[in-house]
């Protein structure tokens, strides 16, 4: 069983924030890997007729209702599209355009209309990515694999990606004339590491997500130091895998990251609620929706929390003030998804949780840049 996973970049997350339409129509749904997909275009059928209700409701135009239709009906039809899904799929939608991710992470059935779109639980799948990749180094191979939920490990063709350190930068003496002075037997091979390791840096920098996929090393020292050293990738974990990946099966280094992920997100949460514990000593947090929404929309939130389950319709102005709907329409959007555009848009770190890790039980939190 294989996940087909699309972490949405930076610059695809931008696009959807700044997107503003009149109708943006957003579509969450749960997938099975090892499905035909008739289940989930079943379930997106039932999403879509609520969504042009919405659009109807709404007074659209029958042109733009049509158009949105027939680009998922397009979506319907594509056999091959259904046959390769994740967790979940979720699909952002207007009369011009549809931008389809699959997720591995678990998210809720949603259909929400709007002139923006709905971004909330896309951003799990960046705060939690539930996928890691593991670097299996040692002097006689290099190998890489993709951990997912629930799945046994992938291997990754990685172009370019040497074999071995000799292959890579052979065995020969390094020359005399190149040295500042003539290095040991032991310092010779810890320049040719050095070599192979830049070599592995280069080869994996174009495979790796750019949002925060955590990559965990397995490699016996020094070699595993000196890889460490020259990796420019920002989510290298700073915990090691045990043992030597020359002797261990997949399995086994699979069964060691998973633990390794579990201690780390462990440690992540408890870290951020320390922080903001700290910061609401300090007059620098706050938990009210209204407080949250007029702070992001003036630059002053540096982290926000939000539950990615909960839809609060209604509207927020220029000026950050809040006017609270009874009913979520296609008229309205969500208020805290609005909270978070503004504080993504504002350089602000979004974490998009399930209720139970937000600070204070709520609907949202937020961490300030200074103090009230």
């Known amino acids: 069983m294989t996940l087909h996973t699309d972490i949405p970049s930076r610059a695809e997350i931008d696009a959807l924030f700044q997107a503003k339409e009149r109708w943006c129509v957003s579509f969450y749904l749960p997938t099975d890997p090892v499905s035909t997909g008739e289940g989930e275009r079943l379930e997106l059928k039932n999403l879509v007729r609520d969504a042009l209700n919405q659009m109807r409701e709404a007074e659209a135009g029958k042109n733009d209702i049509a158009a949105v239709e027939e680009q ?7 056999e091959t599209f259904w046959r390769h899904q994740a967790r979940s799929l979720a699909l952002f939608a207007t009369p011009s355009a549809l931008v389809a991710f699959r997720l591995p992470n678990r998210l809720l059935p949603l259909a929400a209309v709007a002139d923006r779109f709905h971004l909330k639980p896309l951003l799990r799948a960046i705060t939690f990515p539930q996928l890691a990749f ?3 180094v040692t002097q006689n191979a290099v190998r890489v694999l993709e951990i997912l939920p629930d799945v046994d490990a992938e291997p990754v063709d990685v172009p370019n990606l040497p ?3 000799e292959s890579a930068v052979g065995k020969e003496p ?3 004339q190149m040295a500042i002075r003539r290095m040991s037997a032991a310092e010779e091979q810890k320049v040719r590491m050095r070599q192979y390791a830049r070599q592995i840096d280069q080869a994996l920098r174009p495979i790796l997500p750019e949002h925060g996929v955590p990559l965990l090393l397995a490699a016996p020292e020094p070699l595993g130091s000196i890889v460490r050293s020259a990796c420019r990738y920002p989510g290298l974990a700073a915990a090691a895998l045990p043992g030597n990946p020359d002797v261990l099966p997949d399995a086994e280094l699979v069964a060691s990251a998973r633990e390794v992920l579990d ?4 440690d992540q949460m408890s ?4 922080l903001f514990g700290q910061r609401s000593a300090q007059g620098r947090a706050v938990t009210d929706v209204a407080d949250v929404a007029r ?3 003036h630059g002053a939130v540096e982290t926000v929390f939000a539950d990615i389950d909960v839809v609060v319709p209604g509207h927020l102005d220029e000026a950050g003030a809040v006017t609270f709907e009874e009913s979520d329409d296609a008229t309205a959007y969500g208020v805290v998804d609005e909270i978070v555009r503004r504080v993504w848009l504002t350089g602000g770190r979004v974490l998009a949780l399930r209720r139970e890790d937000i600070p204070g039980g709520g609907d949202v939190a937020a961490i300030l840049r200074y103090s009230l």
């Open 295 to 297: 702070l992001a929309t």
């Open 163 to 165: 074999t071995d350190l």
């Open 72 to 78: 998922l009906i397009d979506l319907d039809l594509d």
């Open 134 to 136: 593991v670097l299996a």
């Open 271 to 274: 870290q951020l609620r320390e």
């Open 174 to 176: 390094l020359a005399d």
């Open 263 to 266: 201690r780390l997100y462990a």
